[in-house]
């Protein structure tokens, strides 16, 4: 049976498309009932779009394929702690469980920076688990910003 370290392998592969095409290096992973129905990384450059984010095209890609806005029962595994905008987004898709590997604590929505899910008043609940595969999300950002900035040094 798969766990949800072998998805979060998954979504890592997809951050490394990210990299690979000079993106911040995220990916995301759609999951039902044990089998992936979607996948993504982030494309904001590539796209010009704030909205890029390897989750928000992950769970397009998944209402597409359910023909539903409402993930009911599905899991997203993603490599870093969604944001405010994609954490928002997971919830009004009403996935059951949110996967993360590292912790982002300049904007992360899940306790990082603060907790969204904390509001009073939410009308959908979801299970939350971070820190899978915590050490290789966290090497693959970091790695990516570290290369930026010493492209950066070397241009100037």
Sequence with gaps: MKDDAYYMSV???????????????????????????????????????????????????ACRKLNSWRLVGCVIYVTIEPCSMCAGTILWARLARIVYGASDPKGGALGSSYNLFEQKGLNHQLEIKGGVLKQECALIISEYFKKKREKDEAKN
């Design 11 to 61: 979504a890592l592969k997809e951050a490394s498309k990210a990299a690979y095409k000079d993106e911040v290096p995220v990916g995301a992973v759609v999951v039902k009932d044990g089998k992936i129905i979607a996948k993504a990384h982030n494309q904001r450059e590539k796209r010009n779009d704030p909205t890029g984010h390897a989750e928000i095209l992950a769970i397009r890609a």
